[in-house]
């Protein structure tokens, strides 16, 4: 569906044409592909055979037939053409146009455009999937709307990251400071997801709006999974994936096998099982706990909780990521790796003197940060 909104959006020549449709009242069947799968389906019409422009597929939409355009929309290859996909497939739509559209979508799985001079609007059919398509200046409003959204989750992200770095220094965090950054995180995720779906249909319109996106949501990611990977635990990742996905106690995404899984395979459970949790279920820590993996029983949300200590060693300046996982696989918790002296934090693989002490010092560094933002 990305790919056929990408070529009906603002200022593609098709959206043009089908403006033009929408202008002079007419309504118009369209199928984005002429192969031989498609031509199966055709029945009657003309071959055609000419370059597209909007002023010809405006001219032939005044026939009732279906025009049928190269997968590319540059060309048009037929035109009157009556379509005659199997009447079995399921339809929601009630008109003759529409049902015809969406049971060629479904059936061959090609982009199905079908325009409505009644209620002039445009659907376009892709697969299962179905999109009426709205106005620019309606998406420019919504867009827009987004991002004044966008950036306030944004703002409530980085603030509660900042809370948890100074928690996490002071070794005071509970479950209630690692919900309070994966809330909005996720939230974030959500919008911005929306919000990309949008910029899709603008097309080449929403230019500066997707510059806006990628600058509210840049680093966000990151940081939510590795405050995941911070807390999340093996077993209740398992558990957490099993209660959320299938209900048979599989889980959809393979295992490593041997030792069990890896940390990252553990994270991108938790992750998933949390982008299943509805917004309600999101708000409240004892859910949030659950996907990390904490007990029912014990999901408090003062329940005491100590991180790795990823994170804060990836915010390091060049601290490359395999001496972090072996710094952490190390020392277990953020606190070991604080509170270990350089000799100590030489006995890791591939960590000398000069490292070590650069991650003593940058540690302490992050620490004054910290509590100094917390409290200033």
Not at 14 to 30: K, P, W
Not at 51 to 58: H, I, V
Not at 251 to 275: P, Q
């Amino acid at each position: 569906m990305a790919d056929a909104l990408a070529l009906v959006a603002p200022g593609q020549p098709l959206r043009e044409g089908l403006e033009r449709v929408l202008q002079a009242d007419r309504g118009a069947l369209i199928v984005v592909s002429d192969d031989a799968e498609v031509l199966s389906l055709c029945t009657g019409g003309f071959l055609f055979d000419a370059e597209f422009s909007p002023q010809r597929l405006s001219e032939l939409a005044k026939m009732d037939g279906a025009i049928i355009l190269s997968a590319d929309t540059r060309r048009i290859a037929r035109a009157n053409v009556h379509l005659t996909p199997d009447a079995s497939i399921p339809t929601a739509e009630t008109g003759t146009r529409h049902r015809t559209a969406e049971r060629v979508a479904r059936s061959i799985g090609v982009p199905v455009v079908s325009v409505s001079a009644a209620m002039g609007i445009v659907t376009v059919y892709c697969g299962d999937a179905t999109h009426v398509l709205q106005s620019a200046r309606r998406l420019h409003e919504r867009v827009s709307q987004a991002l004044h959204t966008l950036q306030r989750f944004r703002q409530r992200f980085d603030l509660a990251l900042t809370a948890l770095s100074a928690a996490e220094i002071e070794d005071t965090v509970t479950a209630r400071d690692v919900a309070a950054a994966l809330q909005p995180g996720e939230l974030l995720c959500r919008i911005a997801e929306e919000v990309a779906g949008d910029l899709v249909e603008l097309g080449d319109d929403g230019r500066l709006l997707r510059l806006q996106l990628e600058e509210v949501v840049d680093g966000i990611e990151a940081a939510r999974r590795l405050v995941v990977r911070d807390y999340v635990s093996s077993d209740g990742a398992r558990g957490a994936d099993a209660h959320a996905g299938n209900g048979d106690g599989r889980s959809e995404r393979k295992g490593h096998g041997a030792e069990g899984r890896s940390a990252t395979t553990d994270t991108e459970r938790a992750l998933a099982a949390l982008a299943r949790l509805s917004t309600d279920e999101l708000l409240e820590v004892r859910r949030v706990s659950a996907v990390l993996g904490i007990p029912p029983a014990a999901a408090e949300p003062d329940l005491a909780l100590e991180p790795r200590g990823y994170r804060l060693l990836h915010r390091l300046p060049r601290f490359p990521d395999a001496l972090v996982d072996r710094v952490v696989d190390h020392f277990v918790g953020l606190q070991g790796i604080m509170r270990a002296s350089v000799g100590e934090l030489e006995e890791v693989d591939g960590v000398g003197e000069a490292r070590a002490r650069s991650l003593k010092e940058g540690l302490a560094r992050l620490a004054e940060a910290s509590i100094l933002d917390r409290y200033s």
